[in-house]
């Protein structure tokens, strides 16, 4: 009941973003699409400009979005925080600050993005984008039920239980653990490049789920109960995304490191560039309907 209780606040916390970013895109479509020389004679002008009413209001707001996204890099190195949700609960949150917060400062800007402000908007753009990335990467690691990354050891051991599962449980034969195997194999072989194998990750869980289903409807023994045909088809499933994982387990840790040490310097750049734009902009006055 608690998942699913979290799921519903996670997709209308999704719902309340994405809304909201919609509908003031769609309220100030007119003035976004008139030409810069002509907005100061646009009736929305003093309400939709940077410095305007709703305009320094997106900004702000996506501003504080952007700081909380450092709330999950908080909770992964200081340990009182860690009995406040899974990791995984607050990557979610941080993916949810980095996409809607991202869009408010892009209305924000009124897609007006000159001088330092560009340099600030591309900054952003590059963060959202190798996080869009490093998401990507993320989920194709094993992970605990708290988040955190399952050493190769804890790996082995769970596609062992599994594996035990499916014969000495749910009475599979033992040839069939490794025909899942090869299930989960396809695709990777020696002459699969990392580029190859990155462009296929996307769609390959829904590829997987389709052979696993294949190999399901000639493998489960005739006259299983429905229920004992679940059980087995959710642990084969686990069973052929872990093998899966483990393969990619060298490629993907080290592509993981070097998005990191990309993704960082990217973040940081954003930081202070979105500082120095409100310092500016609070020395100027250029706030809440003052300035051009």
Same mark, same amino acid.
């Given at each position: 009941?608690?998942?699913?209780?979290?799921?519903?606040?996670?997709?209308?916390?999704?719902? !309340?973003g994405?809304?909201?970013v !919609?509908?003031?895109?769609?309220?100030? !479509?007119?003035?976004?699409?008139?030409?810069?020389?002509?907005?100061p004679?646009?009736?929305?002008?003093w309400?939709?400009?940077?410095?305007g009413?709703q305009?320094?209001?997106?900004?702000?707001?996506?501003s504080?979005?952007?700081?909380?996204?450092?709330?999950? =890099?908080?909770?992964?190195r200081w340990?009182p $925080?860690?009995?406040?949700?899974?990791?995984?609960?607050?990557?979610?949150?941080?993916?949810?600050?980095?996409?809607?917060g991202?869009?408010?400062?892009i209305?924000?800007?009124?897609f007006?993005?000159?001088?330092?402000?560009?340099?600030?908007?591309?900054?952003?753009?590059?963060?959202?984008? +190798?996080?869009?990335?490093?998401?990507?990467l993320?989920?194709?690691?094993p992970?605990?039920r708290s988040g955190?990354?399952?050493?190769?050891?804890?790996?082995?051991?769970?596609r062992?239980?599994? +594996?035990?599962?499916?014969?000495?449980?749910?009475?599979l034969?033992?040839?069939?653990?490794?025909?899942?195997?090869?299930?989960?194999?396809?695709?990777?072989?020696p002459?699969?490049?990392?580029?190859?194998?990155l462009?296929?990750?996307?769609?390959?869980?829904?590829? $997987?789920?389709?052979?696993?289903?294949?190999y399901?409807?000639? =493998?489960?023994p005739?006259g299983?109960?429905?229920?004992?045909?679940?059980?087995?088809g959710?642990?084969v !499933?686990?069973?052929?995304?872990?093998e899966?994982?483990?393969?990619?387990?060298?490629?993907?840790?080290?592509?993981?490191?070097?998005w990191?040490?990309?993704?960082?310097?990217?973040?940081?750049v954003?930081? $202070?560039?979105?500082?120095?734009?409100?310092?500016?902009?609070?020395?100027?006055?250029?706030?809440?309907?003052?300035?051009?």
């Amino acid at each position: 009941m608690g998942r699913f209780l979290g799921k519903l606040f996670h997709g209308a916390l999704w719902a !309340a973003g994405l809304g909201a970013v !919609a509908w003031f895109t769609w309220q100030g !479509a007119d003035y976004y699409t008139t030409p810069l020389i002509d907005r100061p004679h646009h009736p929305g002008y003093w309400m939709l400009k940077p410095g305007g009413g709703q305009g320094h209001l997106l900004g702000v707001v996506g501003s504080v979005l952007m700081v909380a996204m450092l709330l999950y =890099s908080v909770r992964r190195r200081w340990r009182p $925080l860690r009995r406040f949700g899974s990791l995984s609960t607050w990557l979610k949150f941080h993916i949810f600050c980095g996409v809607i917060g991202p869009l408010l400062v892009i209305l924000h800007s009124s897609f007006k993005v000159t001088g330092l402000v560009a340099l600030s908007f591309w900054s952003m753009i590059l963060v959202a984008a +190798s996080g869009v990335l490093g998401r990507y990467l993320y989920v194709q690691i094993p992970r605990r039920r708290s988040g955190d990354a399952m050493t190769l050891e804890e790996t082995e051991e769970r596609r062992r239980r599994l +594996s035990r599962r499916l014969v000495d449980d749910l009475g599979l034969d033992p040839s069939a653990v490794g025909e899942i195997d090869g299930l989960a194999a396809t695709g990777l072989g020696p002459g699969a490049g990392l580029l190859r194998v990155l462009l296929r990750l996307p769609w390959e869980g829904l590829v $997987l789920r389709f052979r696993v289903r294949r190999y399901l409807a000639r =493998s489960v023994p005739r006259g299983a109960s429905p229920t004992l045909t679940r059980e087995i088809g959710e642990t084969v !499933a686990e069973r052929a995304l872990l093998e899966r994982r483990v393969l990619l387990w060298d490629r993907l840790h080290g592509l993981f490191h070097y998005w990191h040490v990309a993704h960082k310097p990217f973040a940081i750049v954003m930081y $202070l560039f979105m500082i120095v734009h409100v310092a500016v902009a609070l020395m100027t006055g250029y706030a809440w309907g003052s300035g051009g």
